[in-house]
């Protein structure tokens, strides 16, 4: 049977985030959940207690009353530092414990909405990849796990809630989903991290700019090491904002004497939070690329070897199949570079697309030399779809025992879709279909391209193999190929998932058609062909000569050691006679 990647619909989403919502309400009220971590000011705390802001007067050195809000604090391990702080934190940790039913209800319903949200998002504006079962627990894993770090930092360490590294996901989702992905994410992020020091404005207000200012300044897609620089740009915006917040909200802040605390200095540790997200981002890369199911450009890179074990495979066992794999590689990266889609896994995705077929290479036509008869000449027509459509399956086995990324092994199951095998399946019908069978048994159980380029994939295989069989091979024949294969793909609703717009298949038909002309273009035929199509006796064949025997009998001519470069464009009679007086070689004209 096969399978394929998991698609997460409305109820799925529903069933994610009630868990994530448990999951994150267990974590957020997990310290007046344990009777043991309870905070008594006058013996040293189990773990750090953050009390909420307080809003105090102060007589300043003017004689006049100042208002002034202040984060009281008992570190982990400390006793309360006056009287105050422990008056205060006798009365919120009795306020608390043991939590109320409503409260935990409310915060559950809070963390539910988030997460639907989320997940409908990506269910719904990126469906080639957020659909995905896969990218949605993953994005919700990884939050649940970098809000459980968070959860524990506040807990064991005194420091600043800003030093923790909230852009890590956002840069995650940038690279390896979109921006507008990521900008969702990270304003999720900072609301669900806010929810542990009381949703404190200021902690959202700088995570989120944390986030989006990650996202705005990681440019360079190609190269993970540009999460570093985008960490920094974090921390930067991040602090700014801190200090906007702080005089918005708190009645404004000394930066010089917060500076100076270092330990204690909240723009110190927003800008280190930004710059820590960016090098965890950076090194963590291969934890989220895992939990994601995505393919790094290096993974990439490296399956372009064409000393892969699986390439080697198709080349060796199914030549012919490797030629149209290779063919199609150049037509589909052109094609998807063309639209802005990801050029390089579409070209990695052609070359192992037509795995399967070494399995039984004889069944497909481009494998057989010339002369050599067909088995399906004798097999029933539902027999030969059933080895035809045998090469998806097998394909799919062999990517994956393979340990081959599963968005390279998509394309294997999705090329042809759920298309008809329609020359089998017409000539059942031609034979009266003596069994009374159906479409089904002649239509491929794959799935329909859910990304533009699986898409692609799907087009240009059809696309390249009929392109050998245009004659004579010219623009407009090409182009009416090109424009009848689409619509028919459209009208089969093969591209209905794949979020390819008419935009994209107006340039993309394009650009396939400039590269199928310059790929079939007509050459110029050399003298000894002419001659052999007239049977006239052949010219002989220049010898061999080294660089020196070709300066000296250069120079013996009165030539110069190099042919003069040509200013002004050659007359036709002109390219003629050279053409006419030019000597076989290993290369034609303009090869």
Known sequence: MLRTRLIAGPIAGLVLSAAFATVLVAVAASETLIAPLRVN?????????????????????????????????????????????????????????????????????????????????????????????????????????????????????????????????????????????????????????????????????VFMASGVAAVFSFRDKKHSRALVPAGVGAGVAGALVLIAAKMLFEGGIDIVADVKRVWESELLATFAGGVLSGILAFLLEPLAVTILGVATRARLLDLTDLEQPLLQKIAREAPGSWEHSRAMANLAEAAAAAIGADALLTRVGAYYHDVGKTCQPQYFVENLVNGESSPHADLEPEVSADAI????????????????????????????????????????????????????FFRYPGMRPRNKETAIMMLVDAIEAAA????????????????????????????????????????????????????????????????????????????????????????????????????????????????????????????
């Open 389 to 440: 459509m045998a090469h998806v399956v097998e394909g799919v086995r062999l990517l994956r025992e393979g340990g081959i990324p599963e968005p390279v092994v998509e394309f294997s199951y999705t090329h042809h879709g759920t298309s008809v095998i329609e020359y089998f399946w017409h000539k059942c019908l031609e034979r009266g279909n003596p069994k009374n069978l159906t479409e089904t």
């Open 41 to 205: 000011p006058d013996e040293p705390a189990p773990v750090t207690l953050r009390l909420p802001p307080v809003t105090i007067r102060e007589t300043a050195d003017s004689g006049g009353v100042e208002l002034r809000t202040i984060h009281p604090m008992i570190p982990r391990g400390e006793l309360a530092p006056d009287a105050r702080v422990a008056a205060l934190a006798r009365v919120f940790e009795h306020g608390r414990r043991p939590p109320r039913v409503g409260a935990l209800v409310g915060l559950w319903s809070f963390y539910f909405l988030l997460a639907v949200l989320l997940t409908s998002y990506l269910r719904t504006f990126i469906p080639s990849r957020g659909a995905l079962l896969r990218t949605q627990a993953g994005v919700l894993g990884l939050s649940a796990v970098l809000l459980l770090i968070a959860k524990l930092f506040l807990l064991f360490t005194p420091f600043p809630v800003t030093l923790i590294p909230v852009a890590a996901l956002p840069l995650w989702a940038a690279l390896h989903l979109d921006r507008r992905t990521s900008f969702i994410v990270s304003t999720t992020l900072a609301f669900l991290t806010a929810s542990f020091v009381g949703f404190s404005l200021t902690a959202v207000t």
């Open 468 to 591: 050998r069989t245009v004659s004579p091979p010219e623009r407009a024949m090409f182009e009416e190929l090109v424009q009848r294969i689409i619509f028919v793909k459209l009208k089969q609703g093969q591209l209905d998932e794949s979020g390819l717009t008419l935009e994209d298949l107006r340039i993309m038909s394009t650009r396939i058609v400039e590269a199928l002309v310059g790929v079939y273009h007509g050459r110029v035929r050399y003298p000894w062909q002419e001659r052999k199509a007239k049977g006239e006796a052949q010219l002989p064949v220049p010898g061999a000569a080294t660089e020196a025997e070709v300066e000296r009998d250069r120079a013996a001519a009165g030539l110069d050691a190099a042919p003069a470069v040509i200013d002004e464009p050659l007359t036709e009679p002109e390219v003629d006679a050279r053409v006419t007086s030019a000597e076989p070689d290993d290369q034609q004209p303009g090869h």
